[in-house]
T-cell receptor, first 113, second 114 residues
Framework: GNSVTQMEGPVTLSEEAFLTINCTYT??????LFWYVQYPGEGLQLLLKATKADDKGSNKGFEATYRKETTSFHLEKGSVQVSDSAVYFC????????????FGGGTRLMVKP | SAVISQKPSRDICQRGTSLTIQCQVDSQVTMMFWYRQQPGQSLTLIATANQGSEATYESGFVIDKFPISRPNLTFSTLTVSNMSPEDSSIYLC???????????FGPGTRLTVT
């Protein structure tokens, strides 16, 4: 079946540090990949996406590259801010599985000033 | 994109009662979904809300416990019936528009059952 595995949190960083949140997946077909962010007390927001191999999604200084050879979609940011503190979810959708999004377990990021 | 609102934003309910959550979208959408996010957990799909027909439930979820309505292309409700403390979760409405790969989420309804 389809599954997404994320590094467990919490991840605690100082402001301006480099961020990597690992995400790997297994899929029965050709997936589209997503990162969602959930700020405290809010719903999920789409952060970025990639729909084919070697695509790079980017938004708000975050980036992730769709690596088919390693089945990975790691999230990176060069310099985190306190306002980036949130829970980050990696997700995939395989078109032959209908419209179902499969989520990873989420990674909590805490950025200290 | 789509702007999604949910009512109520939060509620505290007694065991054995039911709560209906409303989801309103600012535009017509093809697909609407309901998810549950238990404390400290990831999201689990409850069902796909189908306009004009019965919802499609995922394994582990049944219509008697989570009846869903979708009378039109912009509105849906989820009822959590005969609640127990195990139903304490955030319930999220989600939509997908047309042929887009993107899926949008509402702000969620935080439910606490005592």
């Amino acid at each position: 079946g389809n599954s997404v595995t994320q590094m467990e949190g919490p991840v605690t960083l100082s402001e301006e540090a480099f961020l990597t949140i690992n995400c790997t997946y297994t899929a029965t077909g050709y997936p589209s990949l997503f990162w969602y962010v959930q700020y405290p007390g809010e719903g999920l927001q789409l952060l970025l996406k990639a729909t084919k191999a070697d695509d790079k999604g980017s938004n708000k200084g975050f980036e992730a590259t769709y690596r088919k050879e390693t089945t990975s979609f790691h999230l990176e940011k060069g310099s985190v801010q306190v306002s980036d503190s949130a829970v980050y979810f990696c997700a995939l959708r395989v078109n032959n599985a209908g419209n179902m999004l499969t989520f990873g377990g989420g990674t909590r990021l805490m950025v200290k000033p | 994109s789509a702007v999604i609102s949910q009512k109520p934003s939060r509620d505290i309910c007694q065991r054995g009662t039911s709560l209906t959550i409303q989801c309103q979208v600012d535009s017509q959408v093809t697909m609407m979904f309901w998810y549950r996010q238990q404390p400290g957990q990831s999201l689990t799909l409850i069902a796909t809300a189908n306009q004009g027909s019965e919802a499609t439930y995922e394994s582990g979820f049944v219509i008697d416990k989570f009846p869903i309505s979708r009378p039109n292309l912009t509105f849906s409700t989820l009822t959590v019936s005969n609640m127990s403390p195990e139903d304490s979760s955030i319930y999220l409405c989600s939509v997908r528009t047309g042929s887009s790969y993107e899926q949008y989420f509402g702000p969620g309804t935080r439910l606490t059952v005592t």
